[in-house]
């Protein structure tokens, strides 16, 4: 996409500012191999009762008295069609008859959606040479979809595709990542945008989120294992642009002044996030005697001695 995740800027020397993000899919720098980061129902029926009479004799059905002092049925409610018969297993257990998901997507939705339209909506931006959509395709697909290849919802699409590496999306990602999302063409994938973010920041689907995003960050071609620090740094600005917590800049801030640390190890990112969730903005909830990378102890002892005036901030 535009300028992807791939392509991060030269290390930031202590007292600058940060780096800014690139592109979450896309481009990766010289110095090391990255370059810029890559939305009838009817009305309820009214059930109604009619007055019950009571009868001197009842019989085995209740009654009512109708016109001319002529007992009618009683009616309770309103008529409704009846469920299929649950159908017998040859194991003696009984199921509901399977439901069709596509189908039920669909009556959420309101429209059908097409795999043969998945299918061109890929080959209208894949690459000549290879069944993936790269670079070029991807800047291309961000373009008609209105927005930057370093917006957060560019990183969204690419998690709902499960893509495995940045400025790539190989047919059965993008394919299986359009039936996810139930959508075949832009203005359908656009019209998700905003259902798209709520979803992913939902606590169980962010924690998903979060640790599938050091994977994506990661150079595979090389068998790179630990996310480079500068890396890590627009990740993290990316992933938490929509809610960051309020230790982020002192953590970023942290982390551009020792630019001598080789990487991010992946223990220390899936930690950071519940970090963010366990200590205040002035870490007075932190522990020390909890298991922490030793990273964290590092920018907890860095914020005290700040906050003590021991350090001298530029």
Known sequence: MGKCLSCCEKPVPPGSSHPTASHPLHTRPAARPYTSLAQDSREATKLQLQPLVSQSSPGPTDSLIGPGGTPTEKKMFTPYSKLPPIKRQTNGESRRPATNMGSVNSALTG??????????????????????????????????LGVQPDEFIV?????????????????????????????????????????????????????????????????????????????????????????????????????????????????????????????????????????????????????NDRQNQNVKTD
């Open 111 to 144: 429209r059908e959606v097409s795999e043969s339209k998945m299918a061109a909506l890929f080959d209208s931006y894949r690459d000549e040479d290879e069944d993936a959509m790269l670079e070029d395709g991807i800047e291309r697909f961000c373009a008609d």
């Open 155 to 303: 990183l969204v699409i690419a998690w709902k595709c499960q893509a495995a590496k940045m400025c790539r999306f190989s047919r059965e990602e993008f394919i299986s990542g359009c039936k996810s999302m139930h959508v075949d063409s832009i203005k359908g994938l656009q019209a998700r945008f905003t259902e798209l973010i709520a979803e992913v920041l939902s606590r169980p689907q962010f924690k998903d989120f979060y640790r599938w995003t050091y994977k994506f960050g990661l150079d595979s071609d090389s068998g790179q294992r630990t996310l480079p620090l500068e890396m890590a740094v627009i990740l993290w600005r990316l992933v938490f642009s929509q809610n960051p917590p309020a230790v982020l800049d002192h953590w970023l801030e942290f982390l551009e002044k020792h630019l001598n640390l080789r990487g991010i190890p992946k223990d220390t990112w899936d930690m950071f996030l519940n970090f963010t969730e366990q200590v205040g903005e002035d870490l007075s909830s932190y522990d020390d005697n909890e298991a922490w990378p030793s990273l964290l102890d590092d920018f907890v002892e860095f914020e």
